[in-house]
């Protein structure tokens, strides 16, 4: 999502719970309780009496019309915790031509069956003179050591087997690429969290021997503005 969004405001991070539920208190006093777009542990990302900042759906239907989009590290940097636009961020930076690893296909499509485990690759991109690209997008938020950001930052066995089935497709000769969408202005390079999931470490490297592309792309994240964008590549480090 390259444009604005129509509102978002700031409040003050009280609490996550109940995984996808969060409170913040509003610069009146109030509290408000937001949904939280985000399966992960959010390492790091829940920093009680942090600034954060949230969007408004404007659906008075929901039963929580509000969603935390951005929040305060413990070092000062902003990550986005909406893990939902994580794709959404993908597409743009394809189509404006700042992912260059993956310009030159003429169709792009989204959540496509494929693969002997039942999965949906995020993006298959295609054209008639070249192999089809499977494009894994992983939303990166978790930052240890200054600059350092980690994948996941829980066990995933789920983010293994999309491993997997990339491994199967560049074995059969189509072009597969996972790519980190590093939503944490801290983050100066990307490598897996083998303390935290070495069974995703190992098959990540497995990965990678077998011809899968890694790459990731670092954001500007303007929380006032209502606006995140993919603007540049960062290094992976294996």
């Not at 309780?33 to 959010?42: K, V, Y």
């Not at 009680?48 to 969007?55: A, D, G, Q, T």
């Not at 490297?205 to 606006?227: K, L, W």
């Amino acid at each position: 999502m390259n444009q604005p969004d129509i509102s978002w405001q700031r409040g003050t991070l009280l609490r996550r719970y109940k995984r996808f539920m969060a409170d913040v208190r509003l610069d009146d006093g109030s509290e408000l309780t937001l949904h939280c777009p985000n399966t992960g542990s959010m390492r790091h990302c829940v920093v009680p009496e942090s600034p954060c900042w949230f969007s408004d759906s404007g659906n008075p239907k929901r039963k929580y019309r509000h969603t935390w989009e951005v929040a305060t590290t413990p070092s000062g940097d902003l990550a986005g915790v909406n893990t939902g636009r994580a794709n959404h961020l993908v597409r743009a930076a394809i189509a404006d031509g700042t992912i260059a690893e993956l310009q030159g296909y003429d169709a792009v499509r989204s959540e496509v069956r494929y693969g002997a485990e039942n999965s949906r690759i995020d993006f298959l991109l295609s054209h008639p003179d070249r192999p089809d690209c499977y494009v894994e997008v992983k939303s990166v938020t978790l930052m240890e050591a200054p600059g350092e950001g980690l994948f996941p930052d829980a066990i995933s066995s789920r983010g293994s087997k999309h491993l997997r089935e990339l491994i199967a497709v560049a074995e059969a000769g189509e072009r597969a690429v996972l790519l980190f969408c590093v939503q944490h202005t801290g983050v100066q390079w990307v490598s897996p969290a083998d303390a935290i999931d070495p069974v995703y470490g190992r098959t990540l490297r497995e990965a990678v021997a077998a011809g899968v592309e890694v790459f990731a792309y670092g954001a500007r994240i303007e929380p006032d503005a209502g606006h995140i964008a993919l603007t540049h590549p960062l290094p992976v480090r294996l």
